[in-house]
């Protein structure tokens, strides 16, 4: 248990990180930073402006024709990013707390996404000797052709409120063993990690305008994601978002990486473990508060056991420990807003008015934003809550007779970003896995990541891959060079 009250007040993060330097707030807006599980404000940050954009911008930009960070011999870049890997280690417990304070997600969650982030740099870090091109033969031997991989240029990275440290090092990770600068504007209901990480980054050694971190809203946003200097976006949100991203990309034909939402299946057939498919649903569904684009939210259940595994997973449901996340020991934190709640607790109400049947959960306490995790039965894939993403504690148990009709339900979806089977049958989930349309299938497993491992959607879900070498990729430009032998 960590007590509040045995916490440092923390001071206003009024300046922030732009191109090196920590700067006064100044006339610029400042807004409020809530601590979800209180309600109460801890601190406060400072909006950036159109001319903060363009000075961070300016610097990336500097940065990228400088080649102050791209052209610094690979292994010093390595260990520059060791470094951050090492330092967000040894500021673990710190980030941790700051995270749930600024999040609300449980501690323990914040911790594993603070190790997440560190793993991330020290995974990239040993990129940056592998950015090595081909020599391609053309012809018999008139010409030597060969490739080289090149630093796409500025990059702006976007991020998200539901996994601010993680994501911020799922951008900044590759970019940088990538060579690109890197301007970071987290979400603005999230700001705090993010700038503690450009401290970080400071302190281990990137140079003066490889990154900046800049605070503000969905202003900030666009007037970055716009900027003619910025050579790629690289974006973790909503869908709808994303296609505002998207479109504003084709002035400059910008590269585009977007992450966004999903509706992911979690398809539970006669066969599987059930205790496990039981205690990890609960994970799949309800972890993080429902707050995670993966989150297993349309339970697909064989008919033949519907009636058990609807016992269990209600029974489960009702016994996911719901709390502060400073507490230690809790599932389900707070949701990071009264407005994400209260947009929650709409499809609640939607999934009563088209028939669902609620069998736990649904019930709100405070302060602070909680609510239950929400168990509904009677399901069918065409109600608004099998079809739009919730982003809270709120599943759906939908049935299924044989693999062909779970493989429609599954792929009757705008999305494709996750799923997962549950099936001791080995060529059945094989057969499933080829069948899902979606970036990524957990089989007997659910929410697996790695730095190593590339992740995105397809159709309404996003646009290339964060992580892995496609996420390397993402930041590089290939460069053709042919020489007359
Ligand atoms: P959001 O789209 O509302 O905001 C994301 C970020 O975009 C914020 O920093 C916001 O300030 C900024 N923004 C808003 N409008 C903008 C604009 N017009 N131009 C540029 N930037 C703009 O998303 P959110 O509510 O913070 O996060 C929740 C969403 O993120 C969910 O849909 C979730 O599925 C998605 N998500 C996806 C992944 C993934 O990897 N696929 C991971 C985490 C979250």
Not at 39 to 45: A, C, F, G, L, P
Not at 183 to 188: D, F, S, Y
């Amino acid at each position: 248990m960590i007590s509040r009250a045995s916490l440092p007040s923390l001071e206003p993060f009024l300046p922030f990180f732009l191109a090196g330097e920590w700067v006064e707030a100044g006339g610029r807006a400042i807004r409020d930073v809530i601590d979800p599980a209180t309600e109460q404000v801890i601190t406060t940050v400072a909006d950036a402006t159109p001319a903060d954009v363009d000075h961070a911008v300016a610097a990336a930009l500097e940065a990228h024709r400088s080649r102050v960070w791209s052209g610094m011999d690979p292994l010093e870049r390595t260990r520059i990013m060791n470094r951050v890997a090492e330092l967000i280690e040894r500021d673990l417990e710190e980030l941790a707390i700051l995270e749930t304070r600024d999040q609300g997600k449980p501690i323990e969650r914040s911790r594993a996404d603070t190790q997440s982030a560190a793993n991330t740099f020290r995974h990239f870090a040993g990129a940056t000797t592998r950015l090595g091109g081909t020599v391609v033969p053309i012809d018999g031997g008139s010409h030597h052709a060969y490739t080289v991989k090149e630093p796409v240029g500025p990059v702006a990275a976007i991020l998200p409120w539901n996994f601010p440290v993680m994501t911020a090092a799922y951008k900044l990770g590759p970019a940088l063993a990538a060579g690109c600068p890197v301007i970071v504007k987290p979400a603005e209901d999230t700001p705090l990690t993010a700038l503690r990480l450009a401290a970080l980054m400071a302190e281990a050694g990137i140079p003066t305008g490889v990154v900046s971190v800049i605070t503000g809203d969905h202003v900030a946003g666009a007037t970055l994601s716009t900027h003619p200097d910025i050579a790629k976006v690289t974006f973790t949100g909503s869908t709808e978002v994303g296609a505002h991203i998207l479109h504003a990309s084709v002035p400059g034909f910008k590269r585009v990486t977007l992450e966004l939402g999903g509706k992911s299946p979690n398809i539970i057939f006669a066969d599987a473990d059930l205790d496990l498919a039981t205690v990890t649903a609960m994970r799949a569904t309800f972890g993080h508060s429902g707050q995670m684009c993966t989150a297993g939210s349309r339970i697909l259940v064989q008919r033949s056991v519907l009636g058990e595994m609807t016992e269990r997973l209600a029974e489960a449901a009702a016994k996911v420990p719901v709390g502060d996340g400073l507490a230690g020991g809790i599932s389900v934190g707070p949701m990071v807003s009264e407005e994400q709640r209260q947009r929650v607790l709409g499809y609640i109400e939607s999934g009563k008015s088209q028939g669902a049947q609620l069998v736990t959960g649904g019930g709100i306490s405070g302060p602070g934003y909680y609510l239950e995790p929400t168990l509904f039965t009677g399901v069918t894939n065409d109600m608004v809550i099998a079809r739009e993403e919730i982003f809270g504690p709120v599943a759906g148990i939908i049935p299924f007779d044989d693999e062909a009709e779970a493989l429609r339900i599954a792929n009757d979806t705008t999305f494709g970003l996750a799923a997962g089977v549950w099936t001791t049958d080995l060529a059945r989930a094989h057969r499933m896995a080829q069948g899902i349309s979606a970036g990524t299938v957990w089989v007997n497993t659910y929410n697996i990541f790695h730095p190593a491992l590339s992740f995105g959607g397809v159709r309404d879900s996003g646009l290339g891959r964060d992580l892995g070498e496609a996420g390397l990729d993402g930041f590089l430009e290939t460069k053709s060079i042919v020489m007359a032998v």
